[in-house]
């Protein structure tokens, strides 16, 4: 009896020896990185994420305020294909947007296999030259915007049936668009095909494709983007997620993409949070995203069941979790990171592969922020 506990007890050593080593970012593919990301999370662990952390915008080196401060590049880091692409903005600011985000991938894979989390902000194809907003997104049908086309407040619905009027035009520049599209449909398949080109350029020296994480269609249940619940049905969002996906798989075959489907902070129960899930063969990652954890007890609680009901369904669908967005706004809260976000992550029934700080602008709690990526259960670096 005794020699049965001492293998038992050497069984479970090594298992243990095993558990931690699989933690070493050897992923390759988009398979073993959705695997290594749900081991992560079974294990109490969770990939420290920093949307904005390399700004395609200004330039593609490794630098960022993030990494001088924190004194940690992350495993994981957040990007948006919104400046790389669409009408909205000039050629010339796509390109550049373009270049920076490939070569960012690029130079991160090499340097330490670190793994890109897109977003997609995709304008309105209606949005028209002169909004007063820099987000083309918020173009929406709304009292706040009158001269919003009623008609086309269903932009999606137009998008699936091929119908809607000659779009494009707009331009952030102030110069209408010179090319334009007979519907949002085609407006849309350019829009797929552009990050198709984009995503074929993300391979290593080799010549093989650098895996990375795709949000699609975030926030879905709000109404300030146009793919937001107000907007478009349910079965609707469902057929444009995956007429997305499977657009961009078309024209990018060899792609090794986890694709994540994300709400915001304001669904209540499992029923809700699946009304609009396109189904397990189009989605690796599910999450939310949430920047109210802290504000309140009621708030904070109300977080922990959004992501203990993540975890849930995950472990039941063999997928990656991710608080997808979350942040200090305004940096109202004390000790946000450590007494409150990673409190969260520590709550038993809490698995989630990500937590993803969303585009700080200061490090005004920079001693928490500090703290909290040096904590046992976070993986910063």
Known sequence: MKMNIYHIICNVTCCLMLSSVSLAQTWSDAASLKKELIQASLQGKTYYSQFNFYDPRKNGKLNSPYRRVLQCQPIIYGVDFYYASGTWFSKTDRDNARRNLIQIVKDTWRERRAVAS?????????????????????????????????????VIKEILEGSGDECGKGNQSGKDNDLLYPTPRAWFEDRCK????????????????????????????????WWGAKYVSA?????????????????????????AYCSDRFVNNEKEYM??????????????????????????????????????????????????????????????????LNRMLKTK???????????????????????????KNIIAK
């Open 275 to 340: 009304e609009r899930y396109p189904g397990d063969n189009y989605v690796d990652v599910i999450g939310f995203d949430d920047y109210a954890i802290g504000k309140s007890d009621k708030a904070w609680n109300a977080a922990v069941n959004r992501a203990k009901m993540v975890s849930r369904i995950a472990q039941k669908r063999n997928m990656a979790t991710a608080l997808f967005e979350t942040n200090n706004n305004k940096r109202k809260v004390p000790n946000y990171y450590t007494e409150h």
């Open 118 to 154: 897109f977003s997609w902000h995709l304008e309105n194809p209606y949005v028209p030259t002169g909004f007063p907003r820099a987000e083309g997104f918020r173009y929406i049908y709304h009292q706040s915007i009158p001269d919003y086309p009623a008609e086309h407040q269903y």
């Open 194 to 225: 552009e990050l198709a080109d984009i995503i074929n350029e993300f391979v290593d020296d080799n010549g093989r494709p650098i895996p990375f994480i795709f949000r699609l269609w975030h926030e879905w249940e709000d109404s300030w983007m």
């Open 349 to 375: 029934g809490v698995n989630l592969s990500i937590v993803q700080i969303w585009s700080l602008k200061n490090f005004n709690d920079s001693i928490d922020m500090k703290s909290f990526v040096s904590q």
């Open 235 to 259: 079965d609707d969002y469902k057929r444009f997620f995956i007429l997305t996906e499977h657009t961009i798989k078309e024209y990018a075959p060899n792609a090794q993409i986890l694709w």
